[in-house]
C-alpha cells in the first residue's frame, strides 16, 4: 500500500510539473476520495491554486452535479475538495464520465462531449468515476 | 494678409470656435462621471475578523468597511450607497506577497487582502456629489460560500443589513469609531446598492432580504456588476441595473443578463426600469482596483488571461489589435455608467436619462468610450410602455401581445427560439457554447425567447398588426426593441441595417434606416472557442416624431423591410412603445357650489399609477388670506365675495421613471346670483332623454327639487331630490315635459321627451 501510495505522488508529481510547459490552463486530477460519517470528500488538485472568483467549480460524475466544495491554496497549487452525501455516492454509476467545470456550463444537451467542446476554458476531464476509487 | 488682420481673423476663429463648442455642451447630455462639488473625505470602521455571525452561514465574518463623504456634513442628511465587492482570494503574506490564501481568517505573517477598496474611485465620485459611500469587507464569506448551497448569497445580504443597522446607529445616536459624527446625516430612506460578481447577486438577496424584514431601509436603485446568478431571484419594484464586460473571463456567460429578461414580464405592477449595460471590452477584475494586477500588493489577475487566450482579436491581452479597455478606461466607464444610474434614481437627476434610456447613444466624454464600445437595454417600467410583441411565447410569431397579426414573408427559418427546453422553445443556435448566448435558457431555468428574422431579399418583411383600439400612437415618445445579430447566419463585413415602416389606415408609409439610431447591429467579435462571439442583447429606440407623413392617430401597421443589407440574420425581443415622458397626466376638476360663495372642488386627475402625487390648489381669492392655496386632494372655498376667480389646480408627479412631471388646470369661474345660475344651468345633466322609467340628474347644488310640467301647463311630478336618480310614475304617460330644477341659486328649466 505505502508503494502505492509513492507511486501515485510520483505520478502526481510529474503531472503537474509538465503542466508548467503545457500552458496556460491548469492541470486537474483526482487526489482523494475519502469518507467521514455520512460525507464523501472527493478531492482535486491543480497544478495551479483555483481560481477564486465568482463562479463556481462544478464537479460533474454522470448526470449529477455537485457545487458544495471548499478551496485552497497549497504552496502555489490549488486543492478543492467537494462534499458529497454518501447515498448519493452510492447511487452515482461506475464508469460515468468525471469532468469540473467553472461555471455553470449546461446547454440544453447535457451531453459532455459536446460541452467539452463548447466550453474549453473552462472544462476538465478527470477519467471515469468508479466506486473503487473510495479510500476507506 | 498683415499681421493686424491676421490676428483679427484669428480672434474671430476663436469667438466662433468657443459659441459653437458652448452651443454644442448645452445641446449635449451632462456628464455623470465628472467630479461634483463637495471635497470629499474617508475613514475606515473595523469591529473585527469575526464579529458578527450570520444566520444562514457556518462561519463568523467581519465587520469592516469604509465610508466616503462629503467633508462638510452641515449640508445633510445625504443619501446613500453601499458597495459589496465579489470573490476573491482573501489574504497575502506580508512576507512574501505572492502568496495567497483563500482561508479566513488571515493568521500568522498573512494580512486581509482589502478588495472593499476596490471602488474608491467611484466612491470618491459620488460624495464628491453628496452621497456617503459605504464599501464593506466580505472576505470571510468568501472563504466559505462554497459550503453552502446559494453560495453565500443570503449570508451576503444579512451581512449588508448588518451594516445598514450599524449606520441607522451612527446616524441616530453615533457609536465607535465616528462617535456622533454622522448623526442625521444619512437618509436611511435613499439607498443605493452595488455589488460586483458574487456581490451582484449579493445585493440583490439583500434588497429582497430587506423587503422582507418590511423594508426598514429605502432602497431605491440596485446596480449588478458582472454578477453571477445562481438562484435566478427576481427583483421588482426597485430600479436595477446590470453591468454585463464582454470579455469577463471569470462569469463569462454573462449570467447576470437574467437579471434584467427575468424582470420584464412577471410583475404586471413594477413601475421601475430595467437596465442592461454592455462593456464591448471590459474584463471581469479591472473594475475593482485591488483585483487590478499591477495596482495592489496582491492576488491580482486578469481573468481573461487565467482561462482563454492572450491572442483573442477582441479580448487577448497579447494580440496588438486587441479591444480590450485598458485598466483607466474600464473603471472609467463604470464610473460614469454608475454615476449616471444613482444620480439618476437616487438623486433624481433626470437629466441622466438619455445616457440609460437610449436617445443619446454617445457616451460621456469622462466613460472614455464612444458609440462603438457600449449598448444598453432599457425596459421602461408598465405604465412607461405599451407591449406590441414581447414575443415571449410560441405564438408571439402569428400573433402579437395586443392580438395583432404577426406576418413574415420571405424570411429564413422565422420562429420564436432561446427560452430554454421549459418554454419549449429550441435552441436558437445550437452549435454555440453556453458563454455564447448568455440570454438563452437551459434545461434548469427558462430563458429569453427570442424571434429569428433572417432574409436574403429587399422584399422580405416582418409585420405587427394594430388592432383599432390601439393605434393612436400619439401618447407615445419612441419605438423600441432588442436586438442582436445572429452572427453564424450573418456576414461580418459590415453592420446591418433595414427599415421600419409605419403605416396608417389610409396606407400612407413612414420608413426610417434603423443604422440612423444605433451601432448595435454589429457583427460580434472574437474567435475564442466557446466563448466568443456572443449574442447579446441591446436596445434600438426610434422616437415617433421622426415617422413623419402619416397619420398617427391610426397606425395600422409596424413593419421591419430588410431593404438595405442584402442578406443578414438578427434576433429581436420586447418589441414595444415607450410612453412620453409625463404619460397620461390628465389634471382635472370638478366643482359644485354649496352655497352662495362656498364651492367644492373634486380633484379628477388621472395620472399613472404608482407614481408620487403632490397636489396644489390656488384660487385667486387673496382676501381669503391663507386659505387662498391647499395641498389636499380636494378642497371646499369658501370665496371672500361676488367676481371672477380663476382657481387652478397644480399636480406635481414624482414618476418611478425618474421624471418630475407637472400639469396644471384652471377654469373661470364668476360668482353672483346671476352667474352662479347660469353656470348651474350649463352643469346640470338630465338622462336619458328620452327617458322612460327614471331621470338622472347631476350637476346640481342641493337641497333640490325637481317638478314635471307637460305641454297644457299641468304638474304631473314635484319630488325632492335626493339622490341623483327621480323615478317616473306609469301615470305620466309618453310626451315631452318641461322639467323644472329649483336650486339654492334659482330655478333651472330643461325639457326631456318620456317614452314609455
Not at chain 2, 404619460?583 to 359644485?592: E, M, R, S, T, W
Not at chain 2, 380633484?603 to 407614481?611: C, F, H, L
Request: net charge negative.
Amino acid at each position: 500500500m505505502k508503494n502505492l501510495i509513492v507511486l501515485f505522488s510520483i505520478f502526481i508529481s510529474i503531472f503537474l510539473s509538465g503542466n508548467a510547459i503545457a500552458g496556460n490552463k491548469a492541470k486537474i486530477v483526482v487526489s482523494t476520495v475519502t469518507q467521514k460519517d455520512s460525507t464523501i470528500s472527493f478531492t482535486l488538485i491543480s497544478s495551479k491554486p483555483f481560481y477564486m472568483g465568482g463562479s463556481r467549480y462544478i464537479l460533474h460524475i454522470g448526470d449529477k452535479e455537485f457545487k458544495l466544495s471548499k478551496q485552497k491554496v497549497n504552496k502555489g497549487t490549488g486543492v478543492i475538495t467537494f462534499f458529497i452525501s454518501v447515498n448519493d455516492f452510492n447511487g452515482l454509476p461506475d464508469g460515468s464520465n468525471i469532468y469540473l467545470t467553472y461555471g455553470h456550463l449546461t446547454d440544453d444537451t447535457q451531453n459532455s462531449e459536446e460541452l467539452s467542446s463548447k466550453t474549453s476554458g473552462k472544462y476538465w476531464s478527470l477519467g471515469k468515476f468508479s466506486k473503487t476509487m473510495l479510500t476507506k | 494678409m498683415s499681421i493686424k488682420n491676421a490676428l483679427s481673423s484669428f480672434i474671430l476663429c476663436v469667438i466662433v470656435f468657443i459659441c459653437f463648442n458652448t452651443f454644442q455642451a448645452f445641446a449635449q447630455t451632462p456628464d455623470p462621471g465628472l467630479p461634483g462639488p463637495y471635497t470629499v473625505a474617508r475613514a475606515e470602521y473595523n469591529l473585527g475578523a469575526l464579529a458578527y455571525k450570520p444566520a444562514d452561514f457556518p462561519d463568523s465574518v467581519e465587520v469592516r468597511g469604509s465610508v466616503h463623504y462629503p467633508t462638510d456634513l452641515s449640508a445633510g442628511p445625504f443619501p446613500v450607497l453601499v458597495f459589496l465587492h465579489g470573490r476573491h482570494e482573501t489574504c497575502y503574506d506580508t512576507t512574501d506577497p505572492s502568496n495567497i490564501s483563500q482561508d479566513w481568517p488571515c493568521s500568522g505573517t498573512y494580512a486581509p487582502i482589502t478588495s472593499f477598496n476596490g471602488y474608491d474611485y467611484l466612491a470618491k465620485t459620488m460624495a464628491s456629489h453628496g452621497y456617503i459611500v459605504i464599501s464593506i469587507s466580505c472576505n470571510a464569506i468568501n472563504a466559505g460560500d462554497d459550503t453552502v448551497s446559494d453560495g453565500g448569497m443570503q449570508a451576503r445580504a444579512e451581512l449588508m443589513q448588518h451594516h445598514l443597522d450599524l449606520w441607522n446607529k451612527y446616524n441616530t445616536v453615533g457609536g465607535a469609531p465616528f462617535d456622533t459624527m454622522f448623526v442625521g446625516k444619512l437618509d436611511m430612506n435613499n439607498i443605493g446598492t452595488m455589488g460586483h460578481s458574487r456581490g451582484g447577486e449579493g445585493v440583490v438577496f439583500h434588497a429582497l432580504y430587506n423587503k422582507l424584514l418590511g423594508s426598514p431601509y429605502g432602497i431605491k436603485a440596485v446596480l449588478t456588476l458582472a454578477p453571477v446568478n445562481f438562484s435566478r431571484k427576481v427583483l421588482h419594484q426597485i430600479p436595477l441595473m446590470n453591468i454585463a464586460p464582454y470579455c469577463d473571463g471569470d462569469v463569462s456567460d454573462l449570467e447576470g443578463v437574467h437579471f434584467y429578461d427575468d424582470a420584464r414580464y412577471t410583475d404586471s405592477t413594477d413601475e421601475t426600469p430595467k437596465y442592461s449595460v454592455l462593456f464591448m471590452g471590459a474584463n471581469h477584475n479591472f473594475f475593482n482596483t485591488v483585483w487590478t494586477p499591477g495596482s495592489y500588493i496582491a492576488g491580482g489577475a486578469d481573468d481573461w488571461e487565467y482561462f482563454f487566450s492572450d491572442t483573442d482579436p477582441q479580448c487577448g491581452p497579447d494580440n496588438p489589435a486587441n479591444k480590450r479597455f485598458d485598466t483607466t478606461t474600464e473603471k472609467a466607464a463604470f464610473n460614469a455608467y454608475a454615476a449616471a444610474f444613482f444620480r439618476m434614481y437616487i438623486g433624481h437627476e433626470t437629466a441622466f436619462a438619455p445616457i440609460l434610456q437610449v436617445n443619446n447613444i454617445t457616451p460621456p466624454a469622462s466613460s472614455k468610450l464612444d458609440s462603438s464600445q457600449v449598448f444598453v437595454s432599457y425596459h421602461p417600467g408598465h405604465t412607461d410602455r405599451f407591449d406590441i410583441n414581447r414575443i415571449d411565447k410560441l405564438a408571439c410569431d402569428t400573433i402579437n401581445t395586443i392580438d395583432g397579426k404577426v406576418t413574415e414573408t420571405g424570411l429564413l427559418l422565422p420562429g420564436i427560439c432561446g427560452g430554454g427546453p421549459l418554454l419549449y422553445m429550441y435552441d436558437c443556435e445550437a452549435g454555440l457554447g453556453p458563454d455564447q448566448k448568455p440570454h438563452d435558457g437551459d434545461i434548469y431555468a427558462a430563458g429569453l425567447a427570442q424571434m429569428r428574422l433572417g432574409w436574403s431579399s429587399g422584399a422580405d418583411y416582418y409585420q405587427n398588426e394594430v388592432p383599432l383600439p390601439d393605434q393612436d400612437l400619439t401618447s407615445f415618445e419612441s419605438l423600441m426593441f432588442r436586438t442582436s445579430v445572429d452572427f453564424p447566419k450573418s456576414t461580418s463585413d459590415s453592420n446591418l441595417d433595414f427599415s421600419i415602416q409605419l403605416i396608417d389606415s389610409a396606407g400612407n408609409i413612414s420608413s426610417r434606416n434603423v443604422s440612423n439610431y444605433t451601432n448595435a447591429l454589429f457583427h460580434q467579435p472574437g474567435i475564442e472557442p466557446g466563448d466568443l462571439p456572443k449574442i447579446v442583447f441591446n436596445t434600438i429606440r426610434m422616437p415617433l416624431s421622426d415617422f413623419s407623413g402619416i397619420d398617427m392617430t391610426k397606425v395600422r401597421k409596424i413593419k421591419f423591410v430588410f431593404d438595405k443589407s442584402t442578406k443578414g440574420t438578427i434576433l429581436i425581443s420586447d418589441l414595444a412603445l415607450l410612453s412620453k415622458p409625463c404619460g397620461k397626466l390628465n389634471v382635472a376638476f370638478d366643482f359644485a357650489i354649496d352655497s352662495e360663495y362656498k364651492v367644492t372642488f373634486t380633484n379628477t386627475s388621472a395620472t399613472n399609477v404608482g407614481d408620487t402625487i403632490a397636489w396644489h390648489w390656488n384660487f385667486e381669492d387673496t382676501l381669503s388670506g391663507a386659505n387662498d392655496s391647499s395641498a389636499l386632494q380636494n378642497i371646499t372655498h369658501s370665496f371672500s365675495g361676488p367676481g371672477t376667480y380663476y382657481p387652478c389646480l397644480y399636480v406635481r408627479s414624482n414618476r418611478k421613471n425618474g421624471v418630475e412631471c407637472l400639469d396644471t388646470f384652471c377654469i373661470k369661474l364668476t360668482l353672483s346670483p346671476d352667474a352662479i345660475i347660469e353656470q348651474i344651468k350649463d352643469r346640470i345633466t338630465i338622462a336619458p332623454n328620452p327617458a322612460k322609467d327614471y331621470l338622472r340628474i347631476t350637476g346640481i347644488s342641493k337641497p333640490a327639487t325637481l317638478t314635471l310640467i307637460n305641454l297644457y301647463g299641468q304638474i304631473v311630478l314635484s319630488a325632492t331630490i335626493t339622490g341623483s336618480d327621480v323615478y317616473l310614475p306609469q301615470t305620466i304617460t309618453t310626451g315631452i315635459y318641461c322639467v323644472a330644477i329649483t336650486t339654492p341659486y334659482g330655478k333651472v328649466y330643461k325639457k326631456v321627451l318620456v317614452s314609455r
